[in-house]
């Protein structure tokens, strides 16, 4: 479930303890924190009452919306997101960087529902704005999606476009941090992959994995996804037994952060079983296809026509 993280765009987050006596304030910051964690349960718990706390300032208010909606978009509540994600977006309407901060964020909501021309036309208007403001870290970030985005849909060119700027403006700022890093490393990787470049796209991935692991430690959503990557690079190259070694680590991480009935661990799991038929296990893989396929339609439901996860490519989220 990577995705590039573009909410530490908004706030600056600080580490908080849990406490009952935490003001409205500082539980705003806590949800920050915890959902660059990955605990995204906790999330609503917290953000969704500060949606409505009048001791909030609008701005703030905009804020709790926003990470509440990017919360219900990693559960794969994605009605409740898009209601989360517009109410953000008119509260911070006032307020050009945090704006542009929730188009990037509702941009990876239309991704993630197979809606890849509403998720770019989003990014662009992201990308504008902070081109008026000269805020190259933003940009950055913007325009790695932007390239993500384009692989997404094949779109090879535009993606290498796209990425060659990422890299540009990177080197203009010092605001960017391994997160930053590892999403870059592992959308050059995806990049080499189209290029039928195996080596380098294993490469990229390691790497993007390293910088996780530094970040986050081993026990981390985006680190079980990234071993997912990776695995698919490995398959992709002929080496199935190293693709199901990494898958089978991301996919007993991902159980364990994300949760087994989440969204994330059913499309990789989707993806463990490509592999284990590729193994020739097909008895197993098809009966990890089946259960996680049903279990993926009971949790989206009829929510939208498009929704879908991305899981044959692994795209990032």
């Not at 779109?155 to 870059?184: H, K, M, P």
Request: charged content about 20%; aromatic content about 8%; proline content about 1%.
């Amino acid at each position: 479930m990577l995705r590039v993280y573009v909410l530490p765009l908004i706030v600056s987050v600080v580490s908080l303890s849990v406490s009952a006596q935490e003001n409205p304030r500082q539980q705003l910051s806590h949800a920050f924190q915890l959902d660059w964690q990955g605990e995204f349960t906790q999330v609503i718990e917290i953000a969704k009452p500060l949606t409505t706390t009048e001791t909030l300032t609008t701005l703030e208010r905009g804020r709790s919306w926003m990470v509440l909606a990017h919360a219900y978009q990693q559960e794969g509540r994605f009605q409740d997101a898009t209601t989360a994600y517009e109410q953000s977006l008119h509260l911070l309407e006032n307020d050009k960087a945090d704006y542009a901060g929730a188009l990037n964020a509702f941009a990876t909501l239309y991704r993630d529902m197979g809606q890849f021309q509403a998720a770019v036309q989003m990014q662009e208007k992201a990308l504008h704005l902070y081109e008026r403001d000269d805020n190259h870290g933003a940009a950055a970030v913007t325009c790695e999606s932007l390239a993500d985005l384009k692989l997404s849909q094949k779109q090879v060119a535009e993606g290498r476009r796209y990425l060659a700027r990422a890299v540009n403006e990177a080197t203009r700022t010092i605001d960017l941090d391994n997160d930053y890093f590892a999403s870059l490393s592992s959308t050059q990787a995806w990049l080499a992959e189209f290029d039928g470049n195996a080596t380098a796209a294993i490469s990229g991935y390691q790497r993007s994995l390293a910088l996780l692991r530094q970040l986050h430690g081993e026990q981390h959503h985006l680190v079980g996804w990234s071993l997912m990557r990776l695995g698919k690079a490995y398959a992709e190259a002929g080496d199935l037994r190293n693709a199901l070694d990494n898958m089978h680590k991301g996919l007993s991480i991902l159980g364990q952060t994300a949760g087994r009935y989440s969204a994330t661990y059913l499309a990789a799991e989707l993806a463990y079983a490509q592999v284990l038929d590729a193994l020739g296990e097909h008895s197993q893989a098809l009966t990890l296809r089946h259960q996680a396929e049903s279990l993926l339609n009971n949790l989206y439901g009829n929510q939208c026509a498009g929704c879908r996860i991305s899981v044959t490519a692994l795209s990032r989220r």
